[in-house]
């Protein structure tokens, strides 16, 4: 999709560029992300939060920092996720791709994203992580997802529960805006307070803690994975068992994909 708007960028930039980041951009990168490529799930928030909580708890000051904008006022940032509704746009890809790829589901995050990016505005290229970064690139995305109120980090299960979609989602990317001014209509998008979102199932639900229970004993076991991934799917449905999440539970060969990586439901 192009945008009418949307403009290739000129050589000569300098590092710092003059183009900004306005809601509309958001919302227009929202939008392609959702309708091209299954990415539905997108929740704004400010860098700056994020370094603050690391630096707050002892356990997590030795990650490394997002980077934020020297010249702004706060430091615009996405966490993008998805439910079940990747499935299709990424079998499609599959199907057409020839390449072998390692992990066919990052690349096709990775590409979908840039493409949504370059659709909008060539000129606009946000420091991009992806779960599977180490090192200086490591982010910890289940606290992103939590501290953003995009879902509710279970302590017990350390799963990310949805008020929509439950734990039948998924965390892919982080994009921060830290080389560009920030447009005023921007700052209302932060009204949450970080961390204010709740668990959409009590903490101490009987059937979260008996799955948990049943995986826990299998681990002690050391039971080969083949036994126990199903015991990694009742978790999930046990902490979705709420509506609407629970018409949003992967279908069952996407449940094999993620669990066993199996090729042949890509076909």
Same mark, same amino acid.
């Given at each position: 999709?192009?945008?009418?708007?949307?403009?290739?960028?000129?050589?000569?930039?300098?590092?710092?560029?003059?183009?900004?980041?306005?809601?509309?951009?958001?919302?227009?990168?929202?939008?392609?992300?959702?309708?091209?490529?299954?990415?539905?799930? !997108? +929740?704004?928030?400010?860098?700056?939060?994020?370094? %603050?909580? #690391?630096?707050? =708890?002892?356990?997590?000051?030795?990650? @490394?920092?997002?980077?934020?904008?020297?010249?702004?006022?706060?430091?615009?940032?996405?966490?993008?996720?998805?439910?079940?509704?990747?499935?299709?746009?990424?079998?499609?890809?599959?199907?057409?791709?020839?390449?072998?790829?390692?992990?066919?589901?990052?690349?096709?995050?990775?590409?979908?994203?840039?493409?949504?990016?370059?659709?909008?505005?060539?000129?606009?290229?946000?420091?991009?992580?992806?779960?599977?970064?180490?090192?200086?690139?490591?982010?910890? !995305? +289940?606290?992103?997802?939590?501290?953003?109120?995009? %879902?509710? #980090?279970?302590? =017990?299960?350390?799963?990310?529960?949805? @008020?929509?979609?439950?734990?039948?989602?998924?965390?892919?990317?982080?994009?921060?805006?830290?080389?560009?001014?920030?447009?005023?209509?921007?700052?209302?998008?932060?009204?949450?307070?970080?961390?204010?979102?709740?668990?959409?199932?009590?903490?101490?639900?009987?059937?979260?803690?008996?799955?948990?229970?049943?995986?826990?004993?299998?681990?002690?076991?050391?039971?080969?994975?083949?036994?126990?991934?199903?015991?990694?799917?009742?978790?999930?449905?046990?902490?979705?068992?709420?509506?609407?999440?629970?018409?949003?539970?992967?279908?069952?060969?996407?449940?094999?994909?993620?669990?066993?990586?199996?090729?042949?439901?890509?076909?």
């Amino acid at each position: 999709m192009q945008w009418s708007d949307s403009r290739e960028c000129p050589h000569n930039l300098t590092k710092f560029s003059m183009t900004s980041i306005t809601r509309k951009y958001l919302e227009r990168l929202e939008a392609v992300l959702v309708a091209q490529y299954g990415l539905d799930l !997108f +929740q704004v928030f400010r860098a700056e939060a994020y370094n %603050a909580f #690391l630096a707050s =708890d002892h356990r997590y000051t030795h990650l @490394p920092r997002l980077p934020t904008a020297s010249n702004a006022a706060f430091t615009p940032a996405v966490l993008i996720g998805n439910y079940k509704a990747i499935w299709e746009p990424f079998k499609q890809y599959c199907q057409r791709t020839t390449d072998q790829l390692d992990n066919p589901l990052d690349t096709f995050v990775a590409e979908s994203i840039h493409e949504a990016l370059q659709s909008i505005d060539q000129c606009i290229k946000p420091t991009l992580f992806y779960p599977y970064e180490t090192g200086p690139k490591f982010v910890h !995305f +289940q606290k992103v997802a939590h501290l953003s109120n995009m %879902a509710h #980090l279970h302590p =017990d299960a350390n799963l990310c529960v949805h @008020p929509q979609y439950g734990a039948w989602m998924a965390l892919r990317a982080v994009l921060v805006f830290d080389k560009y001014p920030v447009s005023n209509d921007l700052v209302n998008m932060f009204q949450q307070e970080p961390f204010s979102i709740q668990s959409p199932i009590p903490l101490d639900d009987p059937k979260v803690q008996e799955a948990l229970c049943a995986f826990m004993n299998a681990c002690k076991e050391k039971l080969p994975y083949s036994s126990t991934w199903k015991l990694l799917v009742n978790v999930r449905d046990a902490i979705s068992a709420f509506q609407p999440a629970i018409q949003h539970r992967y279908t069952e060969e996407q449940i094999i994909y993620h669990y066993l990586k199996d090729r042949s439901v890509l076909k």
